[in-house]
């Protein structure tokens, strides 16, 4: 095969160019969104037709610009250095509704305004049209962030799958996997929560349980009451935690010690054996990739460590964070990875922007020769208390294996 390694591509451009202009362009994503996502709507809503009083479109405009002054205010104050929950849960509510007005705004102001038009609702110079429209959004809006609160706030459904693994033993068929991942405990108070999903982990009598990471955002001293019910989780054989991206924002190391004194085994690149009738699987884990960009000593993804004196005949499932790790842990012959990160998308339709970044956003997918890679859509969430078409879960996986005996399976 030639090599196309220097080639250029049809516009002229090498993939390196490519992706340089692509990072640029990200740089005034931050200056771009809220603008977009609170323009958008402003102007589907107020001036597409509507026709309204001039105290509407002015008391309505000046709602829209509140938005887009605010939301990226108290996200600083929220997210920045002062780190003040009540700032980051107006920021965090804002940008979860902007968001979903903006959706809709887009989607019902061409779509549903076609339909009217086609079926000829509304008088001649479209007003009607323009203000079925206008209602229409505002109350779609309104039920899809009342039900998506609700979605966020109440413990997650369990997800329930057999996995197949080809190299796994017939003594280890039927253990029992339990996935927790991206609690994010945060400025709203969750403890409650967090020890009812404990309880709803505890009642699926698990041989192992993995956290994959992004526990909360902040300190582990500050969200230490929230975190405290992952002490009562129980397992047949190990508790199991992984670092996520966001323990990198908030002293990554204090969320290490404090999972270790909880009682969960941080596998930091390193591994242990689950060992059951005979058989062995290799349980191992890396940091998150962002670890070693954070200047943190010693933290870095580093799957040859984490294998390190394993045999490599045996079956081996690993804890990654991010799904995009799946290209490492396939170069490896890793048997399953098991993920968070992607949250689903979280708020439709976030997930078509996730899949720019991560090879999967939900579910159980084939890399490579023998690799399986689960995603969880996560057990919290971040940031805007909202889940719209993405609910959260807590992930029960049975791995089966194709030599079970009859008599063997459970």
């Known amino acids: 095969m030639a090599d196309t390694s220097n080639t250029r591509s049809a516009a002229g451009e090498t993939p390196e160019a490519s992706r340089s202009g692509l990072q640029r362009l990200m740089r005034y994503i931050p200056l771009i969104a809220p603008l977009l996502l609170w323009s958008v709507p402003c102007w589907v809503l107020l001036y597409a037709g509507q026709h309204w009083p001039l105290p509407v479109e002015v008391g309505g405009t000046a709602l829209f610009v509140l938005g887009l002054v605010g939301m990226p205010l108290a996200m600083v104050r929220g997210h920045g250095r002062r780190q003040q929950d009540w700032a980051a849960i107006v920021g965090d509510s804002l940008l979860g509704g902007a968001w979903v007005l903006f959706t809709w705004s887009v989607l019902l102001g061409v779509l549903l305004r076609l339909a009217l038009t086609v079926a000829r609702v509304g008088g001649g110079d479209g007003q009607d049209r323009a203000r079925i429209v206008t209602w229409a959004v505002l109350g779609l809006t309104a039920v899809l962030l009342g039900w998506g609160y609700f979605e966020a706030r109440r413990v997650p459904r369990v997800r329930r799958l057999d996995v197949s693994l080809p190299r796994l033993g017939a003594g280890l068929d039927g253990t029992r996997v339990v996935l927790i991942t991206d609690t994010h405990y945060g400025p709203l108070d969750r403890a409650r929560w967090s020890a009812r999903v404990c309880e709803t982990v505890n009642d699926l009598e698990a041989d192992l349980v993995c956290h994959t990471g992004d526990i909360a955002d902040g300190t582990a001293e500050r969200r230490r009451a929230q975190a405290t019910p992952l002490g009562t989780v129980r397992a047949t054989r190990a508790r199991v935690y992984v670092t996520g991206n966001h323990e990198y924002y908030s002293e990554a190391q204090g969320w290490v010690d404090l999972m270790d004194e909880l009682g969960w085994e941080p596998l930091r690149n390193r591994h242990l054996l689950l ?121 029960l996986l049975v791995l089966r294996s194709p030599q079970q005996s009859p008599s063997s399976s459970s």
Do not use: C, M, N
């Not at 933290?299 to 490492?328: E, Y």
């Open 275 to 395: 060992e059951r009738g005979g058989d062995t699987l290799v349980v191992a884990g890396v940091d998150d990739v962002t670890a070693e960009s954070s200047g943190l000593a010693g933290h870095r993804a580093h799957l040859a460590g984490a294998l390190q004196g394993a045999d490599p005949d045996l079956p081996v499932l690993l804890l990654a964070h991010q799904p995009k790790f799946i290209d490492r842990a396939a170069a490896h012959g890793i048997d399953l990875q098991l993920s968070g990160h992607t949250h689903g998308g979280q708020i439709w339709p976030f997930h078509h922007l996730v899949r720019l970044d991560q090879p999967s956003v939900a579910g159980l997918s084939h890399h490579g020769a023998r690799t399986q890679l689960y995603t969880s859509r996560g057990t919290g969430f971040w940031g805007p208390p909202f889940r719209v078409f993405a609910p959260s879960e807590i992930t």
